[in-house]
């Protein structure tokens, strides 16, 4: 009878505990169930719902349920308030569209520790019957959505249930619409699992901030950020040592000595090899630094924190210095960006030849404008062979310069783009470029990239790349393309890639860039001699290959 007895009670003490859930189980349940309602839902869909007030709603009565069986009770009798959904016969017609799926999942629905059969079938029914067409909360403008109809609730904290809520809109914007969703460091499903303890723990307005970028950091995609003036101020400082520095092997070298108001003498020299601020090597600090700046590869992360290193709330800042070969320690004074007198730098000419026999033609792509395209092409027609600078952002002269350097109409790019009938799933276009063009350009085509070559350069050097005589010459480049969405979360501003962008083959740039046919990357007696190496680099190829 006692043997008996204690079955009963371990079978029971085993049912209760596989039936009892934590409290970030709860809460990351009510994060996927809000969010696919949200999209899903004819009726939330339409906008005819408050549907923030029914999350804040909902965080409330998950207090009081502890286990499975409340939960999916809650669930269950909230799916039957929202309405009858009528059958979607428009849902069940085969699509044509070819369906990049790396993003899509719904496997969340059928999870038996969570959800009960019966809900997990009224989730599927809304899934076979969703939302077709207008939808509240979603715009397209062009290729690209637009979140709107969103309710701000300021960038300060004001209370757990709205840091909640930023998390779950937040997560949500990037489960069904980040089209590199796929390509994250950490599964956005462990993202939901570590950052709900986070949010819960915060108490003041500059770790609620902290702990978005956080968040948004975690999408690893150099398109996105977190404009944050608290963070800004508190994290990296409003002060600044008054040099201009390059970044080579782990360094910073010093290019520039600029004046301050106060016509104070810089302990700096150019030259000087900076190896260590305040007591961290320079890797150190972009760790540091990229906890809360969101980058595609560790090269991206470099280039969005490197002007941060030598800016800070304090009057100096220590540093480690190569200097001639001897290493030196020095205190440098920090001075507000107003006291800081930088002299204008010569504007750089659009295009120019480059050697004396006007054989080499070389065009800084950051500057020149569609208006410049034909006059610099009747200039540089004659050369043997045209330097493309692309280590910078160009101004939408993608299409015309095709047409005017590529032999025939090609494909260039393969992009996915959100599908809004079916939130997670996106759908695929090849896009093409160029025209048949017998008179094209007969020379090399020589592009120079580093990893400031980022979105529309990156989907330009890829253009390029169609001609039958284009080198790619430099470092990685960002590994960020596909235009950018812009929005708000906790009223900041903030955004992610729109498309996915791929290869023609469907081979991936997004975290890896374009590589380069030949790989040079600066380097620090490089910098100090002034040189630029990528462009020295192009020069002895385009000499061997004359």
């Known amino acids: 009878m006692r043997k008996y007895t204690l079955f009963i009670l371990l079978f029971f003490s085993l049912h209760f505990s596989a039936q009892a859930l934590s409290e970030t189980q709860k809460l990351e349940s009510l994060c996927r169930v809000w969010g696919f309602l949200k999209y899903y839902h004819p009726n ?56 990049f799926l790396k993003n899509f999942d719904l496997s969340w629905i059928d999870h038996p520790n969570i959800f009960t059969e019966d809900v997990a079938q009224k989730l599927h029914y809304i899934q076979n019957n969703r939302n077709i067409g207008d939808n509240y909360y979603l715009g397209k403008g062009g290729r690209k959505i637009y979140f709107k109809n969103e309710n701000s609730y300021g960038s300060g904290f004001s209370s757990q249930s709205i840091s909640l809520f930023e998390l779950f809109r937040y997560w949500n914007y990037v489960e069904y619409f980040f089209p590199y969703k796929y390509k994250t460091d950490q599964n956005w499903n462990d993202v939901l699992t570590e950052m709900i303890p986070k949010f819960l ?182 050369t043997q062979s ?16 095709s047409e005017l350097f590529l032999p025939e109409k090609t494909i260039y790019y393969q992009f996915t783009f959100p599908e809004t009938d079916y939130p997670g799933k996106f759908y695929s276009r090849k896009n093409s470029i160029g025209k048949k063009n017998p008179n094209y350009y007969k020379g090399n085509v020589i592009v120079l990239v580093d990893e400031n070559t980022q979105s529309q350069a990156e989907t330009t050097t ?67 001699q002034g040189k630029d190496e990528v462009l020295e680099r192009a020069l002895q190829y385009i000499r061997t290959n004359e």
């Open 201 to 382: 723990a915060i108490n003041n307005d500059e770790n609620y901030q902290l702990t978005l970028a956080e968040l948004v950091t975690k999408t690893d995609d150099s398109h996105a950020f977190l404009f944050s003036r608290l963070i800004s101020l508190n994290q990296y400082g409003n002060k600044k040592i008054p040099v201009e520095y390059s970044y080579a092997e782990g360094k910073l070298v010093v290019t520039k000595i600029n004046s301050n108001s106060f016509h104070e003498e810089i302990p700096l020299q150019t030259g000087d090899i900076i190896y260590d601020i305040n007591g961290k090597t320079i890797p150190q600090m972009v760790n540091d630094f990229g906890k809360y700046v969101p980058a595609s590869n560790s090269w991206g992360k470099i280039k969005k924190v490197k002007n941060l290193f030598l800016f800070s709330n304090e009057d100096s800042i220590f540093v480690k210095i190569e200097r001639n070969g001897q290493n030196m320690e020095i205190t440098a004074k920090t001075y507000f960006v107003k006291d800081i007198i930088t002299e204008k730098s010569l504007t750089p000419e659009k295009w120019k030849f480059i050697d004396n026999d006007k054989k080499i033609g070389y065009v800084n792509m950051g500057i020149i404008e569609n208006q410049d395209l034909d006059e610099m092409y009747q200039n540089l027609k004659s």
């Open 386 to 401: 045209i330097i493309f600078d692309l280590r910078n952002y160009p101004k939408q002269t993608i299409r015309p310069l």
């Open 462 to 528: 890829m253009m390029f790349k169609q001609h039958p005589k284009a080198k790619i010459i430099g470092s990685n480049t960002s590994g960020a393309n596909g235009d950018i969405i812009k929005f708000k979360i906790a009223d900041l501003e903030t955004s992610f890639s729109g498309l996915g962008a791929y290869y023609p083959d469907g081979r991936e740039t997004q975290r890896i860039g374009i590589i380069p046919d030949i790989i040079v990357k600066p380097s620090v007696i490089g910098i100090k």
């Open 44 to 99: 939330v869909a339409k906008g005819n719902l408050n549907w923030d007030h029914q999350l804040f709603q909902k965080i409330k009565e998950l207090d009081n349920i502890h286990d499975k069986t409340g939960l999916n009770i809650l669930y269950s009798n909230w799916i039957d308030d929202l309405g009858k959904i009528a059958p979607c016969r428009v849902c069940l017609k085969e699509n044509k569209e070819v369906y």
